[in-house]
T-cell receptor, first 113, second 114 residues
Framework: DQQVKQNSPSLSVQEGRISILNCDYT??????FLWYKKYPAEGPTFLIS?????DKNEDGRFTVFLNKSAKHLSLHIVPSQPGDSAVYFC????????????FGKGTHLIIQP | NAGVTQTPKFQVLKTGQSMTLQCAQD?????MSWYRQDPGMGLRLIHY???????DQGEVPNGYNVSRSTTEDFPLRLLSAAPSQTSVYFC?????????????FGQGTRLTVV
């Protein structure tokens, strides 16, 4: 049973517009959430994170929103740039323990010129 | 600053062969882990280590062994390769496992078992 779900395998957005990537989770023990970006033939790189005590975290063009009651988070990229084309993984952590992150399947974001 | 280095980048194995995927980090990170990524799936945890001499199983440990003799190195061993182990393998490290810190990933090893 998937605990972290990214229901859109791909998303196409025009350059300069807003990209919104969504993520849902089912495990109530998750209390820390991260977004990773992955280019082909490279490892995932950390993008932004949010603790469950917050509902928003912003870093430059990237903002993550967390809705705990809906068990939903989203990543907003404004404005979208061609270099943002990549696969984005949502990941969750439960209690900061040693058993690693739980990842979603990823969303392939394509920025159209 | 190299970060997390994985070798090799590509490998083809025959069923039944064994091999070791190497992972090294130069950030003095306490926590290291191995994930596999299969088509249409997220990354899944194979094994992890919270420090030298301490390892434990993750979500999908069968067919793999690990050891951590130094802080820097965390090799993953395939004992008898099977086609089901065809995947992309990522090694990751974090400063700590007791608090929330980001994981740094290597570039990955693409393994094909024929």
């Amino acid at each position: 049973d998937q605990q972290v779900k990214q229901n859109s395998p791909s998303l196409s957005v025009q350059e300069g517009r807003i990209s919104i990537l969504n993520c849902d989770y089912t495990n109530s023990m998750f209390d820390y959430f991260l977004w990773y970006k992955k280019y082909p033939a490279e490892g995932p790189t950390f993008l932004i994170s949010i603790s469950s005590i917050k509902d928003k975290n912003e870093d430059g063009r990237f903002t993550v929103f967390l809705n705990k009651s809906a068990k939903h988070l989203s990543l907003h990229i404004v404005p979208s740039q061609p270099g943002d084309s990549a696969v984005y993984f949502c990941a969750a952590d439960a209690g900061g323990g040693a058993d690693g992150l739980t990842f979603g399947k990823g969303t392939h974001l394509i920025i159209q010129p | 600053n190299a970060g997390v280095t994985q070798t090799p980048k590509f490998q083809v194995l025959k069923t039944g062969q064994s091999m070791t995927l190497q992972c090294a980090q130069d950030m003095n990170h306490e926590y290291m882990s191995w994930y596999r990524q299969d088509p249409g799936m997220g990354l899944r945890l194979i094994h992890y280590s919270v420090g030298a001499g301490i390892t434990d199983q993750g979500e999908v440990p069968n067919g793999y062994n690990v050891s951590r003799s130094t802080t820097e190195d965390f090799p993953l061993r395939l004992l008898s390769a099977a086609p089901s182990q065809t995947s992309v393998y990522f090694c990751a490290s974090s400063y700590s496992w007791t608090s929330y810190t980001e994981a740094f990933f290597g570039q990955g090893t693409r393994l094909t078992v024929v």
